[in-house]
C-alpha cells in the first residue's frame, strides 16, 4: 500500500521557468548575446544550470569558463529566486487529497539547498511537505538512488511504498532502481524530440490530478 508520494520540484510541483529562463536572459543580455524564447527555455529547465547555460551559450560543462557561467547564473537566479514561479494547476488539489488519505507528501530535487530552503515556503503549499531533499542533501544528486533512500529514511516508510512523480529522465531512473513506481509528469519540461516511451515510467500522468487515480492502480 502506497503511504508516501514524493515529487520532483522544477516542472513538477512548480513552473520555475521563466524565473530560471529571467535569469539566464539577463546573463545573456550583459554579454551581448541573444535572448532564449521561453519554449526553449522549457524544455530544458529541468535538466538545470548546466543546461541552460549551454542552451544560451553553447558552453559545456567541460570548458574551462563554465566554472564562471554557472556562478553568474546561480547568481543573477539567486536574486529574482521567487517573482514568477507558480505551483503548476491542481497540485495542491492533489497534495490535499493526499492529506485526506493520511499519505504523506515530499519533495526530492536536484536544486542546491541554498535555493529550495527559499523557494518552498514561498510556493503555498496547502500542506507543508514531509520532507525536503535538495541537490546537496546527500553527497549524490539524482539519478543517484541515495536522495531517495533519505527521504524514505525521514518519512520512516520502504522505498516500495512510495511513488516518486518527475518530469525528466534521471526521475524516472531515480524512483525506479530506489524501488517505487514511477509517475512521468507530462505536464512537465520534457522537450520535443524526447523519448519519453523509452524512459521506463510505470505511469503516465497527463495533469496532476491523475496522480490520485493512479497510485491507487
Known amino acids: 500500500m502506497i503511504q508516501a508520494v514524493l515529487f520532483d520540484l522544477d516542472g513538477t510541483l512548480a513552473d520555475t521557468a521563466r524565473d530560471l529562463g529571467g535569469a539566464l536572459n539577463r546573463l545573456l543580455q550583459q554579454h551581448h548575446l541573444p535572448p532564449k524564447t521561453m519554449a526553449a527555455i522549457r524544455e530544458v529547465a529541468s535538466r538545470g544550470a548546466a543546461a541552460l547555460i549551454e542552451l544560451g551559450t553553447g558552453i559545456t560543462s567541460d570548458n574551462k569558463d563554465y566554472g564562471y557561467w554557472r556562478e553568474a547564473f546561480l547568481a543573477e537566479y539567486d536574486r529574482h529566486l521567487a517573482e514568477e514561479t507558480v505551483l503548476f494547476d491542481g497540485i495542491n488539489e492533489v497534495i490535499h487529497a493526499l492529506q485526506q488519505q493520511c499519505i504523506q507528501w515530499g519533495i526530492v530535487t536536484n536544486k542546491p539547498r541554498r535555493f529550495t530552503d527559499r523557494l518552498v515556503p514561498e510556493l503555498g503549499f496547502v500542506h507543508a511537505p514531509a520532507v525536503v531533499v535538495s541537490g546537496d542533501t ?8 541515495k536522495p531517495m533512500l533519505h527521504a524514505c529514511q525521514s518519512m520512516h516508510v520502504k522505498p516500495e511504498q512510495c511513488v516518486y512523480v518527475g518530469d525528466a529522465l534521471r526521475d524516472i ?29 510505470d505511469h503516465l500522468a497527463a495533469r496532476p490530478q491523475d496522480i490520485l487515480s493512479l497510485i491507487s492502480m
Open 173 to 201: 531512473q531515480a524512483g525506479k532502481n530506489a524501488g517505487m513506481k514511477t509517475i512521468l509528469a507530462n505536464w512537465g519540461y520534457i522537450g520535443k524530440t524526447e523519448c519519453i516511451d523509452a524512459w521506463g515510467a
Open 138 to 145: 546527500t553527497d549524490e544528486a539524482k539519478p543517484s538512488v
